[in-house]
């Protein structure tokens, strides 16, 4: 286990003398970003910059920038009447996500192959032992921290593959699907599935073979969404989906 706490609370954020603009702004974006990623604050949930600032112990013009970027990256929405809150996902947009992530994920296994060195392959496959750390008997289910480990791993394919737009535009949907709770991760088997197929991502990729790693990495995200919608409904049917989480309908032929 990574030994990361699921809900790491906002803390708050010392601000002696006056108010320095753009970095207390990235502090406050990066506290309120982690929080809402981790769970702490779950989609719907208010977005007040006075109450925010309060708590933060910030002037509201930093929060305000802070709330404008989450905004801007699609993690906050601003509602009339209402303000910005935490985004809930409809339904059917989270698996509209996962179908637009299958290709472009897989693209990006495919130009980061031919890229990849030495210290690549041996990070990769530090991470890999770390994923395998924390599914391994007995499971705790640290549903945040097996999230993160997912995203590093991703992200840093992403990066080896070297292109800028085809980073940016998978991160702008991937801070979406990292809200869908809950996510697979809280399920042992789900959990070990994905681990086994970020191995079989990392072996084609290390054996050069870029046509096999973009059609494992594809195969990967299909089934990662198979088995969200499958969780979700599950636990949404056993009642356990608080009002305003992400909840998606089941998947019942999904085909795998
Ligand atoms: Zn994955």
Redesign the pocket.
């Known amino acids: 286990m990574a030994g990361r706490s699921a809900t790491p609370p906002v803390g708050h954020v010392s601000s002696a003398g006056p108010d320095i603009g753009g970095s207390l702004a990235d502090l406050a974006y990066r506290e309120l970003r982690r929080s809402i990623l981790a769970g702490g604050r779950p989609p719907g949930t208010a977005l007040s910059v006075s109450a925010l600032a309060r708590e933060m112990g910030l002037s509201r013009s930093p929060v305000r920038e802070a709330v404008q970027r989450l905004i801007h990256d699609g993690l906050a929405t601003h509602l009339p009447h209402r303000g910005a809150q935490v985004v809930a996902l409809d339904r059917g947009e989270l698996m509209e996500i996962y179908e637009v992530k299958e290709p472009l994920e897989a693209l990006a296994s495919r130009l980061a192959t031919p890229r990849f060195t030495e210290a690549d392959v041996r990070r990769l496959q530090e991470m890999l032992a770390e994923q395998d750390r924390a599914v391994a008997p007995p499971f705790r289910a640290d549903e945040s921290a097996l999230m993160e480990l ?1 995203r590093e ?2 992200s840093y394919i992403h990066r080896v593959a070297g292109n800028r737009v085809l980073c940016e535009t998978i991160a702008a949907w991937s801070s979406r699907t990292n809200l869908a709770f809950p996510s697979g991760w809280a399920n042992p088997e789900y959990a070990a599935l ?1 681990v086994a ?2 191995h079989e991502i990392a072996r084609a990729i290390i054996s050069g073979d870029a046509a096999e790693a973009e059609r494992v990495t594809a195969r ?1 995200v299909r089934l ?1 969404r198979i088995r969200l919608a499958r969780w979700q409904a599950r636990v949404s049917s056993a009642g356990e989906v608080p009002d305003g989480r992400v909840g998606v309908p089941g998947v019942r032929d999904a085909g795998s």
């Open positions: 997912d791993f991703h994905s197929e970020h990967h990662v």
